[in-house]
Structure formats: C-alpha cells, structure tokens
C-alpha cells in the first residue's frame, strides 16, 4: 500500500466512516482510503466515468496492486468462519474492470502445487497471502504458508505468470465461474 495514503487516512481515522485519500494507479483504477471507526480500510475502485467511479473490491489486503493494461491483481480482504471463530483472509483476485473480479487464488496455487511437486489440497490450507509483484513485464506471485516447526512445508514460494496466461484464467471465469458475493460488503465476484 501507499505510504502517503496511509499516513493521510490515519490523520482521517478519528471520523466515523469518511472516504479520504485517493491514489490513481494508472489505466482507470484507483485505491481510495476509507477512515472507519478509529481505523482504515483502502478500496480499489475504476473510473468508468470522471463523476461515477466503480467499486473493484471494497477492503486491500495491504501489499500493492500490479496494474497491467487493463487488468489489476491484487489481495483483497474476504471474511470467512472458521474453526476459530470469524475474521478476515486475503485472497488473490485478478479483474479487468469493469467486469467482476475473479478470485484466483485457488488457480495459482493448484499450477505451483504442480510445478513445486507439492499437494493442492495441503498448498489451499497452509495458504496464508499471495503477493503479486510485476517482474520484467511478468507477474510473480510470492505466495506465503503457515507451517509448523520441523514441518517439510515450505514457509514461501514463488510462482511466475504472463499476461496471457492471467487472460485465461479471466476468460475461464467467465465462461464456467460461479459468481458469489463477499458476505460482510455484499460485493459480488467470479470464483473459479
């Protein structure tokens, strides 16, 4: 996340719930920080129209978008139940606005699980953040697990995609994805 929108937001933290700071990122998209309750939550949003912008997802997960063209990856926040109790777990998401985003999480981690020789069912539960990174015109994904001490799970992986194999994974969306919607902001998006 920006630092700058992050400093600004937390001088705005003291509203009840007001839209602050805006960073454009380029090709339409646009993070925009919102002071809620004492604390801050940044959205990412498309400018379909100067005056009607589009909301994208409505909470980051706090490492930076890449913007390729007229796609975005990003880690947004998605609440979930669990054994635990609830919370919040971020997923990896890709969109070409203004369609719907596409959470591609489980994509990225069957092709590393496959690529590592690792198990996908094991890869989905140690899953903890997948951080996108633009690497010489390529997306890096750097993914991140929970493991336990001594365990023989890697603690970090890398896994590195093209622009075209991101498209595919948008048009499978599209054409066999199952559109759900985030239960606490009622935003609606394509799993695969």
């Known amino acids: ?10 001088g705005l933290a003291g509203c009840q ?3 602050g700071a805006v960073t454009s990122l380029g090709h339409g998209y ?11 939550r940044v959205s990412l949003e498309y400018l379909e129209t100067a005056d009607k912008p589009l909301m994208i997802w409505p909470s980051l997960y706090g490492v ?9 990856v990003f880690a947004g926040d998605v609440p979930f139940v669990g054994k635990g109790g609830r919370g919040m777990h971020p997923r990896l998401f890709a969109v070409q606005a203004p369609a719907l985003p596409v959470d591609i999480t489980d994509t990225v981690l069957w092709n590393w699980a496959k690529s590592a020789h690792k198990d996908f069912n094991q890869a989905a ?39 075209n194999q991101v498209n595919e ?6 054409q066999r994805g199952v559109l759900i919607k985030d239960p606490r902001w009622h935003t609606p998006y394509v799993t695969q």
Do not use: Y
């Open 1 to 10: 996340m920006r630092m700058g929108l992050v400093l600004l937001g937390l």
């Open 17 to 19: 719930s007001h839209k």
């Open 30 to 40: 646009e993070e925009v920080a919102h002071a809620e309750h004492g604390s801050v």
């Open 125 to 163: 539960e140690n899953f903890s953040l997948a951080t996108p990174v633009d690497k010489d015109g390529r997306l890096e994904l750097q993914l991140d697990f929970w493991s336990e001490e001594g365990s023989k799970w890697p603690d970090k992986g890398t896994i590195t995609l093209d622009w």
């Open 64 to 72: 930076d978008e890449v913007i390729h063209g007229s796609v975005a």
């Open 169 to 174: 994974m948008l048009l499978q969306a599209k």
